[in-house]
């Protein structure tokens, strides 16, 4: 090989990397998390939940928005059959295996990380609520 077509192969090998770099850096989801898809305006969540945790156990939500999450048991015991958190909702999501729970409310209007977790918080998750 000569030094020409050395130079030249070096050439498209970074022009075909720059192109790679910039598919890749423009191709960002448009949602802010794929876990969560909206539809009428409500914000759905779905998430499976069973003795051992959620999955998955992280979303994030726009702030203000109705939510809907709806939880798939699959196959939780004990302490697992109710999903609590005190800064998202008031009570608690009662599950039952083999069935999906859903809870409606509206995302807090102040950004931040909330938790949520069993009744006695062994497993937990979390929602981050952004604007
Ligand atoms: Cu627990």
């Known amino acids: 090989m000569s ?3 050395q130079f030249y192969l070096g050439l498209v090998f970074i022009f075909i990397s720059v192109l ?3 598919y890749f850096s423009n191709s960002q ?3 802010s998390s794929p876990t969560v898809q909206v539809v009428n305006g409500v914000q759905i969540i779905k998430m499976d939940a ?3 945790g959620y999955s998955p156990s992280t979303f994030t939500i726009k702030a203000g928005l109705p ?4 939880i798939t048991d699959r196959g939780t015991a004990g302490c697992t059959n109710a999903v609590i958190s005190r800064t998202l909702f ?3 999501i009662n599950l039952v295996p083999g069935t999906t729970s ?3 409310f509206t995302a807090p209007t102040t950004p931040g ?4 977790s069993c009744w006695m918080g062994m497993i937990s998750g979390s929602i981050e609520v952004v604007i």
């Open 90 to 92: 008031t009570g608690q």
């Open 50 to 52: 069973s003795a051992s």
């Open 3 to 5: 030094k020409q077509t």
């Open 102 to 104: 859903i809870k409606e």
């Open 20 to 22: 790679v770099y910039f």
């Open 67 to 70: 939510v809907r999450w709806e």
């Open 29 to 31: 989801p448009t949602s």
């Open 113 to 116: 990380t909330y938790r949520f």
